[in-house]
Every structure is written in C-alpha cells, then in structure tokens.
T-cell receptor, first 120, second 116 residues
Framework: AQSVTQPDIHITVSEGASLELRCNYSYGATPYLFWYVQSPGQGLQLLLKYFSGDTLVQGIKGFEAEFKRSQSSFNLRKPSVHWSDAAEYFC??????????????????FGKGTHLIIQP | ETGVTQSPTHLIKTRGQQVTLRCSSQ?????VSWYQQALGQGPQFIFQYYREEENGRGNFPPRFSGLQFPNYSSELNVNALELDDSALYLC???????????????FGQGTRLTVV
C-alpha cells in the first residue's frame, strides 16, 4: 500500500519569502500526485496535480511542484508567499487503481499535513 | 458549474445513534468518494461509489455504509456511533470517463460530526 510522509508538521515563513513544503511517497510505480490546501474549518482545495509528462507542474495561486522519481518526492514551492497562504497543506497520492473506477478503486492516501504560518 | 456541496455543516449525535450525511457531486461528475478527517490528521479514504455501487473501500468497518443515487448525489451512513467517529467528513467527486481517464477529486466543505 502506498504511503505519504510530510516531514514538517509546522513551517513558519516571512511574508514575501520563498516556500518549499516537502512530500515523500512510498509506492512501487509512478503514482498520481496531488497537493491540496485546507483553510481552518474548510474543505480541501486542489492546488495542482501530477499524472504524467513534465515533472514540473504549475498550479493555482502561484504554486508549483516538482516530481522527482529518484527521490520519491513531490515538493511544493512558491517563490513569494502572501499572508493569505497561511493554511494546512496536504500531499496526496493515488495508486493505479485511482484511475480505474470499476472494481477495487482506491481512494487517495494523504499525508498528515503541514501547517504553514506566515509572519508579517 | 456548481461545486461539491455537503449537508449538514455541523452535527452533534449521541454515542450509539445513527447518522446520515449528504453530498451533491460537482455538476457532470459521476464518481463520489467519502473521507474521514480526524482532528490534526489527513483525510482517510472510507469508500467510493460509481454507477451507484461501492467499488472501493478503505479500512473502515461495515457500520460505515453509503449510497449513490442516479443523479450522482450520495449519502454516508454511520450506525452505532462511537466517540472516535467524531471528525470532519469530506465528500469528493470526480469524472471517470473510462480506463485511465479519471479526473482529480474535488472536495466539499465537509460535515463536522461530534459524537458525545
């Protein structure tokens, strides 16, 4: 079974500084990778996804992520954070069955999240 | 385009009771999944429905059950509630168009269930 590790429980960044949130996954084949953001008391909003192709993917709100197969990583980056970026960030992985909706489909496996704090 | 909507937003139940949570999929989506998010944790996959049948399940007991209706809306039912069932329950929908053609999942705002 796949697993996701987000090593940083909390990260504090100054407004305007760059950001990198780490995500490592454990899975035998190429997974389907996602980053979601969750504001307090809210649901999850998709920031970006990687299914195949270019390993550097662009998302919404100025975020990007890079898939590195050799490191089993999918780190999220942003060149300059804004106070509104303060939230909980989740990395998620889908296995091959994620793409099959007939019989035995798996859902997404999420990391425990990284809480991002923005200092003024 | 309407997003995923869930009802109610908050709910308080007593241990041993039963609860039904509801979800309307995003317009055009035909697959719905449910997740449980305990406080301070990432969401955990409960199950997925496609064509009104459960076609995938996580590590949750049978007292967690669901339905998907012809209009692709869905219900999550939990019987014999336990204190540990207190969590945010998230519904997500996606569009499956055939093998290897599933889209990303879009989530609703969730239902906060408190069991006392």
């Amino acid at each position: 079974a796949q697993s996701v590790t987000q090593p940083d429980i909390h990260i504090t960044v100054s407004e305007g500084a760059s950001l990198e949130l780490r995500c490592n996954y454990s899975y035998g084949a190429t997974p389907y990778l996602f980053w979601y953001v969750q504001s307090p008391g809210q649901g999850l909003q998709l920031l970006l996804k990687y299914f195949s192709g270019d390993t550097l993917v662009q998302g919404i709100k100025g975020f990007e992520a890079e898939f590195k197969r050799s490191q089993s990583s999918f780190n999220l980056r942003k060149p300059s954070v804004h106070w509104s970026d303060a939230a909980e960030y989740f990395c998620a992985v889908g296995g091959p069955k994620y793409m099959y909706s007939g019989g035995g489909a798996d859902g997404l496996t999420f990391g425990k999240g990284t809480h991002l704090i923005i200092q003024p | 385009e309407t997003g995923v909507t869930q009802s109610p937003t908050h709910l308080i139940k007593t241990r041993g009771q039963q609860v039904t949570l509801r979800c309307s999929s995003q317009s055009g989506h035909n697959t719905v999944s449910w997740y449980q998010q305990a406080l301070g944790q990432g969401p955990q996959f409960i199950f997925q429905y496609y064509r009104e049948e459960e076609n995938g399940r996580g590590n949750f007991p049978p007292r967690f059950s669901g339905l998907q209706f012809p209009n692709y809306s869905s219900e999550l039912n939990v019987n014999a509630l336990e204190l540990d069932d207190s969590a945010l329950y998230l519904c997500a929908s996606s569009l499956f168009r055939g093998r290897n053609m599933n889209t990303e999942a879009f989530f609703g705002q969730g239902t906060r269930l408190t069991v006392v």
